[in-house]
Nanobody, 114 residues
């Protein structure tokens, strides 16, 4: 069955960095677009980034462009989200989802606080 398992969430100070991982299984990862989405406290879902199977055209929403980097390892079936220069407003639960947005991970908490 399809499984997506995020990890790497933590408490970090403003300006800090963090890398999230999402381990995938149960489908052909190397042929699937992958998304990172977040939900901040009291807010709706926000799509952050998507990466194509060949990592040629990653997309970022304006709020994270220049600070976040999506990448993938098709040999390990893992998609990453490297987050730099973190801000208080980046506090959220971060989810990965596969291209059809039909399967999501359980989420990992990122808290940016002094």
């Amino acid at each position: 069955q399809v499984q997506l398992v995020e990890s790497g969430g933590d408490l970090v100070q403003p300006g800090g960095s963090l890398t999230l991982s999402c381990a995938a299984s149960g489908f052909t990862f190397s042929k699937t677009y992958m998304y990172w989405v977040r939900q901040a406290p009291g807010k709706g879902l926000e799509g952050l980034s998507v990466i194509d199977p060949d990592s040629t055209e990653p997309y970022y929403v304006d709020s994270v462009k220049g600070r976040f980097t999506i990448s993938r390892d098709n040999a390990k079936d893992i998609v990453y989200l490297h987050m730099a220069n973190l801000k208080l407003e980046d506090t959220a639960v971060y989810y990965c989802a596969r291209g059809q947005l039909d399967y999501w991970g359980q989420g990992t908490q990122v808290t940016v606080s002094q």
